[in-house]
Nanobody, 125 residues
Framework: VQLQASGGGLVQPGGSLRLSCAASGSIFVIGAMGWYRQAPGKQRELVAT?????????????NYADSVKGRFTISRDNAKNTVYLQMNSLKPEDTAVYYC??????????????WGQGTQVTVSS
């Protein structure tokens, strides 16, 4: 299984970016998905997570870090095995490498956690 993240870049303060992370490989179903970030000299931290709701093709229960509540929105498309992070009102302190994460089930009884390769987000004027 591979997670391929994309969508990072350089943006001015107050701007927006949308990150995507697509999973591929031997996938039965994907459980919780999320985004984490790591700024230089700091530990990796949770940004947002979204659970799986079996009756929904998209959506799920979401959880956000306090620092991004009201500015970032996490979503998922189960048919595409993809998780998104819409980031609005970006601040310089949002600058970091953003990593996607997913709990992937290869069968109903076997799962493993995977990480994407990271995508750089830089917020600067």
């Amino acid at each position: 299984v591979q997670l391929q993240a994309s969508g990072g870049g350089l943006v001015q303060p107050g701007g927006s970016l949308r990150l995507s992370c697509a999973a591929s490989g031997s996938i039965f179903v994907i459980g919780a998905m999320g985004w984490y970030r790591q700024a230089p000299g700091k530990q990796r931290e949770l940004v947002a997570t979204i659970t799986l709701v079996a009756t929904m093709d998209t959506g799920g229960r979401t959880n956000y870090a306090d620092s991004v509540k009201g500015r970032f929105t996490i979503s998922r498309d189960n048919a595409k095995n993809t998780v998104y992070l819409q980031m609005n009102s970006l601040k310089p302190e949002d600058t970091a490498v953003y990593y996607c994460n997913a709990r992937v089930y290869s069968s109903p009884y076997s799962s493993q956690e995977y990480w994407g390769q990271g995508t750089q987000v830089t917020v600067s004027s």
